[in-house]
């Protein structure tokens, strides 16, 4: 059951699917105040769990800190970080009580899990206009399952996105991509896509190709083609003022770009130096903006990634000329250590500052909206373009799409990838710990950057990422610009990163399966194993193992120098161990705690009690698996049910095979 | 068995105790070049593991990332991060081969332990000048046991300083260290000390007294100990440049500070401003900075910790200089991204410049030598200086001493503490991790900042900090300016931090005890698992659980939500559990693994098959704790031997009790 208290006048973010009549009075559990701020008070007990968040920072269960939605360009995930890149309002209190709130509003919001009092949950918004959605379940898991119906059937990819992806930051000629595209292959390296990231720009012109290096990009998109390679352009928010540059004059004249107090169009500066931003919260913008990617659909694209959209702001003329001022004083004196730091201070804070925040407007449908106002609606609405728009080119066709910046009712139209992450074997864990807070908040087509985006990464902390990274959706490796490279034949022994990869494409019959019933079903893909053994007290606090589907379990290795790890089963189950020869073991274990040895190119799952799951054949790519290699891995007179499609319609006709063991 | 090889001329860095003839040739092991640089090469086989390095990142285990020895002012301690506070270039290999390597070599070394090649150990320096020492022996922990004697005994301290202490940067005035004093007392928290940081100091600067709170100082050190608290003020390493102040007038009449190629002092801005480092490498520098502390003793001072004596440099005059003129050009252009980058990196890189630690020298018996050279040795002879100092005071009387930054040798004279760390779960387990490593190379006297120096800590951190700090000879909740107040009544249930901080004093007759006979003996107070149950292949791998003396192991829950924790036992144990109430539980388990619930106001350890521990009552400081309470846990028919001693005097007569259960 859920019931929707409505305070003031909320933005409509459209993040639900369904309407749900408004009730009156107080939610039964907590209290409200609306004086000033917006500000949800509830007394927790000792046992209650706290799940929810999607893409934020530390543990499964939030209790404990404080988080902030307010969509943010931070690649310094450390420990005491607020906010990231997402804003996903949705939490469950499971405990003495069961029940979930909603809150959607589009801006800021602090939620307070324990952080200032041990067992105080306090959320506070800065306004008081929103909708309040309070979700009454049996468990956490059933509120999560109601929730999923309200906002509505997440996104599906093409079947092609199950595959394992190299990207890096720094790809600037055709050379670049065609040395990647050979080794892969020379090394017979299952792999499906190759993601291009602004280099293949002109000038990082959104919709422009370099000229020097991509003038025939349909020809390069070919040619990558014959060699079973997609390329995966990335889109950037801000649109470069440039006289002459097509996208920059349309929207000029059109006032498609956010403005300033004065009518003017804001000016903030990324990767091309200065841009405007499209105004995606106004609806004809944002039908525009969307239009263009066809540019590159006619050019052969299937798929793209849309970045920078916090939207992330390097400076502004406005920070730039206050750093001016500040320097023209700091030239004069003899500076203290506190001019010394203030100047650094103002340098550091030049980024993403809230003065530029709050000094844009969006026009939506007449109405001119501070910017800060709806801030966390901008990714959302930037993905929303693009995937209105590639609903114009072929209402029947999916197309690869995931974003940086979210907010929920994003899922409808993308998936994400949890951005700048680092070469840490803490990030490891932290995505382990996210993908199901992500699937909670209808989230399901996610991954991280594997191996650590900043940093250096190690041959053994990229090989146990990707070995966990076999089970998220979204499976690539990509690294900076100025890191260590970390392409898997850049490293010794390439086989053994081969044969992790190898598994990927072997599970890619199940991922898949499991992947489109959650989708269909308004499922979770990942579960904690709190939600799956709600009363086994010791896997309630587990937070490095996963339940995948409906079948497997997993616990994966995310320390250096381990030769395996301590696993604890919930249940019997059945260990299948993907050695790296090709052959697979199996193990039956008994419920309880377990050392399991996993060498460096070795997958471990765990195959729940009287269940079994479909492996096939490696193959270098997804369209060439062949299904006519499907063994069966688990017990004895089980039985998978197998989900399949043609992996590019959006006829998802319910064409489900029985498999029996 | 140790060899020594002497490469070119070292600089003789008193590392070493003992005299060891040089050895000609080649080490057994690896390969030495000496063109231009120095490097050590060893192809490491596959179960070889790495450990040593005392105050560095990662695991205990340091295969598979490098490490730079380079003393460092760096407070954001993240996995990528390879230089700490320290150098300590001390490792054992143990596996195929076992042995230890250490290289007196006063500058900056990488040791890259796999992570280029994971199969290949690295180590370059710079320069060919050096005494490179093998240490043969029959495994890693005799090993360490030969390289301890080496270097010398440890040093001891004072037995109040094995007592918990309060810390803040930010406390100012009487009354902010009285409400400390009280608050504790008033909730029977035990406590023995109180850290003075900066702010005692007028401007900062070293042996003065704040004109404004403590003009009187002396009365106030005798109100302190009236309620059994000492006072342990903190000393930096620049002295400010100010007319009449004494010490510098003193220094620079005499020539006592370090010098810039033209013979002028070196300037360097840090907490006072502009400073100028006392020449600690100059054996008369360092006679009369270590005088200096008399200064404070007279008053009553009992111990000092040492900082900023990598020694830091915010910004130097030269600096400043740079920054401006680039400032210049700034504001006289449009700015690029590519300057406004540029300007961040300069203001951020303004701090601990490697140009500024080349320009500045060191007379060491009336040689120049240039700092960057002998840039390890500088905290080593700050602390050095102290040691001296003090014991020209009162020779047979041990005074509490610890130092940021360190330097093997160093050891002899003072502990450390790891810096500033974060208020992050995973610098517990980092806390955890170093401890051993540390005591490998001779640093006894250790601990971390609990609860976290920078970022907002809380309660729940807090008190799984404190629970393994118990165990820690420092024990110390130091926190930053700015951040979350952290002393234990700050939190609610206060009571409950009590009952941690209750252990400790409960188990100091143990701790005390093991911590003497490691002193006496050159042995570890930490021990990995791998050393103690060397042939137990799960056991060798694990780095969050400890010994510590001889007859205990822990298992501390550093996880956020976590109602206990996995342990592995490497042979049968007798759980020893200290409850809330006071109470003592105890549980015989079996070798394995076992889920162990830990409340948050609970202590766990492990008495090893066979031993027994001594526990006490508690009590408000360490002098007050009755020894006849004393009553053993562990198995029936075990021995106990206690070392005993005054805790203030050097007569370590070796007066042990056998205790019998």
Redesign the interface.
């Known amino acids: 059951m859920i019931k929707k208290y409505i305070y003031g006048t909320p933005f409509d973010t459209e993040a639900t699917v369904i309407d749900i009549e408004k009730t009156e009075g107080s939610p039964e559990y907590g209290n409200i105040s609306c004086e000033n701020k917006f500000c949800f008070e509830y007394e927790m007990s000792e046992k209650d769990?706290v799940f929810g968040l999607g893409e934020s920072n530390?543990?499964i269960?939030k209790?404990?800190?404080y988080y902030i939605s307010n969509c943010t360009d931070d690649p310094?995930h450390?420990?005491?970080k607020s906010s990231f890149y997402g804003a996903h309002n949705f939490i469950v209190i499971s405990g003495e009580k069961n029940f979930g709130i909603f809150i959607d509003y589009p801006s800021s919001i602090c939620f307070d899990i324990?952080?200032t009092?041990?067992?105080k949950l306090s959320i506070i918004c800065e306004s008081c206009d929103l909708d309040f959605y309070v979700i009454y379940g049996e468990s956490a898991y059933d509120i999560v399952k109601q929730f999923r119906k309200l906002i509505g059937r997440s996104y599906i990819p093409p079947k092609f996105a199950f595959g394992f992806a190299q990207s890096r930051w720094g790809y600037k000629t055709k050379e670049d991509y065609r040395e990647v595209a050979r080794e892969y292959r020379k090394h017979h390296i299952p792999i499906d896509m190759i993601y291009m990231d602004i280099d293949y720009m002109e000038d990082f012109k959104d919709f422009t190709f370099n000229k020097q290096n991509f003038s025939d990009f349909d020809e390069f998109v070919k040619e990558m083609k014959q060699y079973d390679y997609r390329l995966i352009p990335i889109i950037d928010a801000g649109v470069k003022i440039e006289k002459g540059y097509a996208i920059y004059e349309e929207g000029v004249e059109n006032n498609y770009f956010c403005k300033k107090e004065d009518g003017t169009d804001f000016i903030a500066?990324v990767?091309p130096?200065y841009t405007h931003f499209p105004d995606v919260l106004n609806k004809e913008a944002r039908k525009w903006f969307g239009s263009k990617y066809r540019i590159l659909t006619e050019k052969g694209i299937e798929g793209f990634w849309n970045d920078m959209n916090e939207p992330a702001i390097?400076?502004t003329p406005e920070g730039?000329e206050r750093i001016?001022n500040h320097?023209?004083k700091?030239?004069e004196k003899q500076?203290?250590?506190n001019d010394?730091w203030f100047?650094?201070d103002e340098?550091?804070y030049?980024a993403n500052h809230s003065s530029d925040y709050a000094s844009f407007y969006h026009n939506v449908d007449g109405q001119k909206i501070r910017h800060d106002k709806v801030h966390n609606l901008y990714g959302y609405n930037m993905t929303r373009a693009a995937a209105e728009g590639l609903n114009e080119i072929d209402s029947n066709r999916r197309y690869l799409l995931f974003s940086r910046s979210s907010y929920i009712g994003m899922h409808r139209y993308g998936g994400i990838w949890t951005g700048d992450n680092?070469?840490?074997?803490?990030h490891i864990l932290l995505n382990i710990k996210m993908m199901p807070s992500l699937n909670m908040c209808g989230f399901l087509y996610i991954g991280a950057d594997l191996g650590g985006f900043g940093?250096?990464t190690?041959?053994?902390?990229l090989l146990r990422w990707l070995a966990f990274g076999i089970f998220t959706p979204i499976m690539r490796n990509h690294s900076a610009d100025g890191t260590r490279r970390q392409e898997c034949y850049q490293?010794?022994k390439v086989e053994e990163l081969k044969q992790i990869i190898d598994v990927r494409y072997r599970l890619i019959p199940y991922i898949y399966s499991e992947y489109m019933k959650a989708a269909l079903y308004d499922d979770m893909y990942f579960k904690p194993l709190a939600f799956v053994y709600a009363h086994d007290?010791?896997a309630k606090?587990i937070?490095d193992q996963l339940i995948i589907g409906n079948e497997v379990m997993i616990a994966p290795v995310y320390?250096?120098?381990?030769?395996?790890r301590?696993v604890?089963l919930p249940e019997n189950m059945m260990m299948v161990k993907f050695l790296g020869d090709g052959s697979i073991q199996t193990e039956q274990y008994q419920k309880?705690?377990?050392?399991i040895a996993v060498a460096l190119n070795e997958v471990v799952l765990f195959v729940r009690e009287g269940k079994c799951i479909p492996v096939v054949d490696t193959a270098e790519c997804v369209e060439k698996i062949d299904m006519q290699s499907m063994q069966l891995f688990g017990y004895q007179n089980s039985e998978y049910l197998l989900y399949d499609d043609d992996g590019i319609t959006k006829q998802y006709t319910i064409n489900c095979k029985l498999l029996k063991k």
């Open positions: 769990m530390r543990g269960n209790r404990g800190y310094q450390t420990e005491h324990g952080y009092h041990s067992d500066a990767w130096g390097f400076y730039i001016k320097m023209k700091f030239v500076p203290s250590k010394v100047m650094k340098m550091l030049l680092m070469s840490w074997w803490s940093g250096d190690t041959r053994e902390l490293f010794e007290d010791i606090e937070e320390t250096q120098n381990a030769k395996g301590s604890y309880g705690y377990h050392y």
